[in-house]
């Protein structure tokens, strides 16, 4: 059964997944955190960078992973997932520079980056953190739905649906990157504590999708984290509104 917690709205929804950061780093200060980017995270990246520039929490012994970045973008192209996080939580916040980690999408062998990724994950002892969104089709991370699954860092395909969501952060269309490379379900399910956050009615029926499941199921990839003992699942009345025992 996962744990939902309905906040009033999106600043609510924010401050409360930027709270859970801190209150991780507060027990651990060396904190291995691996962060989304997209529309959702911003409010809770902005409050956490408030929060570091307050100095009211302290980055500086914290590790910071992407959990995806778009093929083949430099890291200084304003769409890429890294300039992402730059832009809204690094630039402000005082996490050394050599403790963000993000896959090197235009390394000559993507398969070797990919297992190079992944070891670094190990190599810091897995993810203490892990911060989700969530697609409309239930991704977490790039995980879109398919029969099965790889545990560790990939290359995966895109869904139409997904290059469609994204596509509002383009100009056109066509720029939409059509492969990343995701961290795997594993790695995801191996962190000692998940939050997912959602806000907005255009995430109400995947909410309702992900409250009603009760088994796993590839092809709703959110489904996985059913088999996570501390998933907690911050969403906002907009999306909880399909969820007649959360409103
Ligand atoms: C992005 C990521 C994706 C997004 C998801 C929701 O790093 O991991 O799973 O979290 O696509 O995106 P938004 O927040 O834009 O609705």
Redesign the pocket.
């Known amino acids: 059964m996962l744990n939902f917690t309905v906040t009033e709205n999106y600043d609510a929804m924010s401050a409360l997944a930027a709270w859970r950061v801190a209150k991780a780093l507060e027990r651990k200060p060396e904190l291995v955190m691996t962060l ?6 911003i409010g809770m990246l902005q409050e956490m960078s408030r929060m570091a520039q307050q100095k009211k929490v302290d980055f500086s012994q914290a590790y910071s992973f ?3 970045e778009y093929i083949p973008l430099k890291k200084e192209d304003p769409q890429s ?1 890294y300039w992402f996080l730059d832009h809204y939580f690094y630039q402000h916040a005082n996490l050394p520079v050599e403790n963000r980690f993000v896959p090197d999408v235009l390394a000559d062998d993507l398969l070797t980056e990919c297992a190079r990724y992944e070891q670094a994950i190990v190599d810091h002892g897995d993810f203490d953190l892990t911060v ?4 409309h089709d239930g ?4 995980n879109e739905p398919h029969a099965t699954h790889s545990p560790v860092c990939h290359i995966i395909d895109l869904n139409e649906e ?1 290059i469609e ?2 596509a509002r952060f383009f100009t056109h269309r066509e720029e939409v990157p059509r492969q990343a490379i ?1 961290l795997g379900m594993g790695t995801i399910l191996k962190s000692k504590e998940i939050v997912l956050i959602a806000n907005g009615l255009s ?1 109400a029926q995947v909410m309702k999708q992900l409250f009603d499941c009760k088994r796993v199921d590839p092809l709703f990839p959110a489904s996985f984290l059913l088999l996570h003992p501390d998933v907690t699942i911050i969403c906002d009345q907009e999306a909880a509104s399909l969820i007649p025992s959360l409103r």
Do not use: M, V
């Not at 989700?132 to 697609?135: D, E, P, S, T, V």
């Not at 991704?139 to 790039?142: E, L, P, S």
């Open positions: 989304p980017t997209g529309g959702t995270p992407n959990i995806d997932y989700l969104g969530i697609g991704h977490i991370g790039f997904t969501a994204n995701t995430k």
